[in-house]
């Protein structure tokens, strides 16, 4: 077992913010109890989709119902053989099948058929992380994920406490038996948690994680809001009231290189059903082909673009593309310095 811990201040500097690190320890040992003392129970696992090429759409392979640990290796199974959750009680040799042809042998594809799984890992092994800040978050709530049955997080948790901190915590490979028998096929992660934001209370009960769909019943998520003002003034609503037009300018970095931008004002008015409106303008800066602030040896140069709310600049003042010029400059100029950027070397 090893273990080691990121500091994640440096990425996001922020005053307010004590600490903001992640712990990971890995090759910890999993207990699993009723299989030392039972022995594991094998079935067949594996999946049926209806994308890719048809050869690739279903696949069989062997794992421990109970822990869900694979033998090593895994097996190949013939789908039209074995069925999803069927117990396996073929051999576990971890050799070819007879008649299987030596030109389709490939232990690293298991939609090859024929493989039979080898023996049982003696000493499985899994990953705990967790992520602490402690000051300011962006989230005040809870939740619980139990993955799928291809997730990199078996389990996953949050709290968030806003002012206060966040914690977050998950598992690799721990928890499979919760995850096998709670959510043992497809490929949609399940939350259960709340939310509270911008004065609206959010709630998910076994809800999907990463889709949604009409005919999901209405108690698997919904929102209320709990703002006073909402109930007593009646809802906020934006509406934008007017836009310059896009104006070109020149954004002018330390470092000596240039870059042209598009640059626009928008007058927006917020107001709710009883009350006064209140009316502000945001400026927004545009590059096509974007103005680098992180190095990647082999991804390219990460580019930045944004918008942001400016007070005291209205398109009455007829240099107000030029400080939103100067502003896209100091931005950029504060990211260059947190992920420490290297400008290219020019002939």
Known sequence: MYRFSIDRAKDRPD??????????????PRLMALCR???????????????????????????????GVRPDPQGSLSPDEWNLGQPYTGPMTGTWTPGTSSRNIDAYRPTTPGRAPGPWPDKPTGVLGAELIIGRSHSIGADIKVGNAGSEHVLAAHIGLGPLGALYVHTEHFGQWVQRRFNPTGYESRETGFSIYEGDLSWKLWAK????????PKWMRGSFSIDPRHHLLGPRKNRKVSETEKVPAVVRMPEGDTHDVLVHLEQWETRRTRGRARTYWTAEWACEAGIP?????WKGNETYSCAWGI?????DNPRWPYILA???????TRDRARYDYRAPETA
């Open 311 to 315: 007070e005291g600049v209205t398109p």
């Open 37 to 67: 003392l039972l022995g594991h129970k094998p079935v067949v696992d594996g999946y049926d989709s209806k994308y890719g090429p048809e050869e690739h759409r279903r696949s069989r392979w062997v794992a421990c119902d109970r822990c």
């Open 326 to 332: 100067a502003k896209a400059a100091e931005q950029c």
């Open 209 to 216: 994680r990463d889709s949604w769909s009409k005919t999901d």
């Open 15 to 28: 005053p307010r913010v004590l600490l903001h690190r992640s712990y990971y320890a890995h090759d910890v």
């Open 293 to 297: 602030v992180r190095n990647h040896d």
